[in-house]
């Protein structure tokens, strides 16, 4: 079969987040991956009944697709539980397409769940340090550390500033001010990012994505049942996967990252190019990934990036609509992001998202990432205009 059949053959149907932010004690990772699963098959119009795709990952519970279809009464024909961290959602939309077209399923169900800020106050990591690692007794504060080098190389090589790195972070916060759930919504310069505490040189904590609580979930069918169901369809266009190293030693350049793989390979596949997206969703766990994949996915040149989202670029106003929800940074954050770009890319599309839509949005490009820029995923999303 050739990939390119998967083109406008499936749609998401329903998307929704479980309660965010800080939900307190007695609320487990699997009691908001529930919820969120319930309210996006309630997005839907479809019932746990329709279910018989199920796709999952999770640092919080062993055997996630079995432990996850116990708790929800689901037994699929279909399970997934590709495990390739935050970008692993995306990868179970792919994933999910082509099950749909080859008819291993008809009704897949994609679903996160974390308690992380509750729970711990601080990062789950789904990956365990279990195999030998010479990094450890440098004593790197890890993930950080390593987005840290990325950003050190990064303004070293092209000349990239501090406040152009600031610019992210304040741009996803005036996002974050129109979207009525995002968990930080006062007001922050570019001043307040470079003045906050420094946790790994040189990024600060405004520099970093929030931790909080959180689950999210997303329906997909196939075209033809999406059509008679409630809500508008949103196409699955092209998607793809890439990954280059685990440890960020073994990155091959600090600047360049796998997006560039899956970012092309899902541009040939979905027949579009950057200049057709209408709105972006990047996993910006720190803000050094916006200026990575906005270069890698080819918004703009390698090394351009600083100047791209200068000026309030990617903020409300500007040239390119990116991360409209707040993003990881100010909306939410509960250890892997990249449902989340999904769930904001549908409801642009729909039209569904408030104050913050972004006006004529046909297509939407949603990016995840895994790891320390390990593993990239990009999927491409239209409404019917664009099949």
Known sequence: MDERQLRGHTAIVGVAESDLGEVGPGVTALDLAEQAAGRALDDAGLSI?????????????????????ERLGVRPRHSDSTATGGSSFLAHVRHAAAAIETGMCEVA??????????ASGGLVSSGQNAIPSYEVPFGPRL?????????????????????????????ARRWAQLNPVAFEQGDLTIDDVLGARTVSSPLTVRDCCLVTDGGGAVVIT?????????????????????????SISQMPDLTRTAAAESGARAFDLAGLSPADVDVVQLYDAFTINVLLF????????????????????????????????????SYCHPGM?????????????????????????????????????????????GDASVL
């Not at 919080?60 to 079995?66: K, L, R, Y």
């Not at 169900?109 to 509750?118: D, K, P």
């Not at 990064?154 to 972070?169: D, I, K, P, Y």
């Open 143 to 171: 993930p950080v550390s390593a987005y840290a080098l990325a950003a050190a190389r990064h303004m070293h090589e092209f000349g990239t500033s501090r406040e152009q790195l600031a610019e992210v972070a304040v741009a």
């Open 222 to 246: 196939t075209s033809e049942r999406a059509r008679d169901l409630p809500r508008p369809p949103v196409f699955y266009l092209g998607g793809a996967e890439a990954h280059s190293h685990m």
């Open 49 to 69: 009944a329709d279910v018989d795709g199920l796709f999952t990952h999770s640092a919080f519970f062993p055997m996630p697709s079995v432990v996850l279809g």
């Open 109 to 118: 169900l994609i679903v996160y769940g974390s308690n992380q800020r509750s």
């Open 337 to 381: 992001y990249g449902i989340f770009t999904l769930i904001e890319a549908t409801r642009q599309i729909r039209g569904q998202a408030g104050d913050r839509q972004v006006p004529d949005s046909h297509v939407a490009l949603a990016h995840g990432n895994g790891g320390m820029l390990s593993s990239q995923v990009t999927v491409l999303l």
């Open 294 to 329: 906005l270069e890698d996915l080819g918004f703009c040149a390698k090394g351009e990036g600083g100047d791209f989202v200068s000026n309030g670029g990617i903020a409300p106003g500007g040239h390119l609509p990116v991360n409209t929800n707040g993003g990881g940074l």
